[in-house]
């Protein structure tokens, strides 16, 4: 089978992922302000629907790779974008909390069909060599989708039925690139493919504690995603227009989160993993403290993407190395864990806000960040045994093989040219 550049493939992915991921998905927090006021829902009852998407999402991605086998990348591709634009409609009309819960589900099927639909084309399509910074770069669509979610606030100033509409537009070309970028085929295994290593009770441990990190990670974040504007334009007083620098600040932060990522995970990635999780704790506890005081929440914003997209691309990479030549299966689950803390958080933090307030239910959230971060010493480590795959089959090693050069300008060799040498 042909393959294809890995770049193209990969931007096409991201401009994907922007859509389904970073305004399918991550932008209805952004709206929160106007929707509830709209709408008069409670805080309680935006944390219920806030959940929808993620608990669409979890069902989604676990029948997702089966879907794909059938239908084919670019079927289920284009399946996805739809949905996205379904639900983006709906929500964009959305008379009260039933039509309003429909389009959120409906988003969040989008994303539980897109990142297996891509990865399916990606390990058929592109060299394996390259893979881990495929999917890296796919990653950071979530933080272009976010970051322009930001401007279209400010452009539909007190128009989020607009903004919503223009969204659904955007999908719907996201429907067209689909169709005519990503080709049908379904996965392949190569036949000088490694088998999978054996999931051994070692292995098993750390894949749990991968799961519980996220999870985690992803319960704490949960409190910023859903009510980090409403915080600012409640709590704050600031213009609801206002709120749009933060998911900008979000998007644009959350960039560099795919390069410290990379760099975390071939380095020490426990300390990363503190140093990240605290992050993302400082920022709930910063946006709380100060939600009158517009720049310190934008730099809380921007702490809180950095913070948030490093750890998703830390995951991701944790659970491509303990699930070799599963490339379909590791980036799922950590994603999956990451989404059922959000739906687990969306409703709790929802209920402590309506009875406790904002400070003290963002403080709560912030401890229990704090907590999590002290348990990084036990984050899940790489396995090398016999059962493993080389590290070229998992699409990990060109990630880091950076084209250095010296003092005069000559190409460096590669680590893996390095290696040869050596020999």
Not at 69 to 94: C, D, E, H, P, W
Not at 277 to 289: E, F, G, I, N
Request: contains cysteine; aromatic residues 10%; hydrophobic residues 55%.
């Amino acid at each position: 089978m042909t393959q294809i550049s890995g770049m193209r493939f990969a931007t096409v992915g991201a401009i994907l992922i922007a859509i389904s991921f970073g305004l399918a998905r991550f932008a209805f927090g952004l709206f929160v302000p106007q929707i509830r006021d709209a709408l008069e829902l409670s805080a309680n009852l935006i944390g219920i629907i806030a959940a929808l998407p993620l608990i669409s999402f979890v069902i989604v991605s676990l029948v997702a790779p089966l879907i794909t086998k059938y239908f084919g990348a670019r079927n289920t591709t284009v399946l996805s974008a739809a949905f996205a634009a379904f639900g983006l409609v709906l929500i964009s009309q959305a008379i009260g909390p039933i039509s309003l819960g429909l389009g959120a589900l409906a988003c969040g099927i989008s994303t539980g069909l897109m990142m297996p639909a891509l990865t399916s084309a990606m390990q058929a399509l592109v060299d394996r060599s390259i893979h881990g910074r495929v999917s890296s770069v796919m990653n950071a669509g979530t933080s272009i989708g976010v970051a322009l979610s930001g401007p279209a606030v400010l452009f539909f100033m007190n128009s989020w039925r607009y903004a919503y509409f223009a969204f659904a537009l955007l999908a719907i070309v996201g429907v067209f690139l689909a169709w005519f970028l990503i080709p049908s085929v379904s996965r392949v295994t190569p036949s000088n493919a490694a088998p999978p290593g054996k999931i051994t009770a070692q292995r098993a441990v750390r894949l749990f504690k991968l799961f519980v990190f996220a999870f985690a990670m992803g319960f704490v974040a949960a409190a910023y995603w859903t009510f980090g504007p409403d915080l600012v334009t409640q709590l704050g007083a600031l213009a609801p227009g206002q709120s749009g620098w933060l998911w900008l600040a979000v998007g644009v932060a959350g960039l560099g989160g795919a390069i410290i990522s990379d760099i975390a995970d071939r380095n020490n990635p426990a300390i990363t993993h503190a140093l990240m999780l605290m992050m993302l704790t400082t920022s709930l506890t910063l946006l709380a403290a100060s939600p009158d005081q517009i720049y310190l929440a934008v730099f809380s914003a921007l702490v809180f993407g950095l913070a948030y997209m490093s750890l998703t691309g830390l995951y991701l990479m944790t659970g491509i190395r303990l699930l070799p030549g599963r490339l379909s299966l590791g980036p799922v689950l950590p994603f999956v864990a990451c989404a059922l803390g959000q739906a687990i958080g969306s409703p709790v933090i929802g209920f402590l806000v309506s009875e406790f307030g904002y400070a003290a239910s963002f403080s709560i959230f912030a401890t229990i960040g704090i907590f999590a971060s002290l348990l990084s010493p036990f984050y899940p480590v790489h396995i090398k045994d016999d059962t493993q795959v080389p590290e070229e089959e998992t699409g990990l090693q060109a990630a880091f093989d950076y084209q250095l050069r010296d003092d005069e300008g000559e190409p460096l060799p590669t680590r893996a040219e390095a290696s040869e040498l050596d020999r």
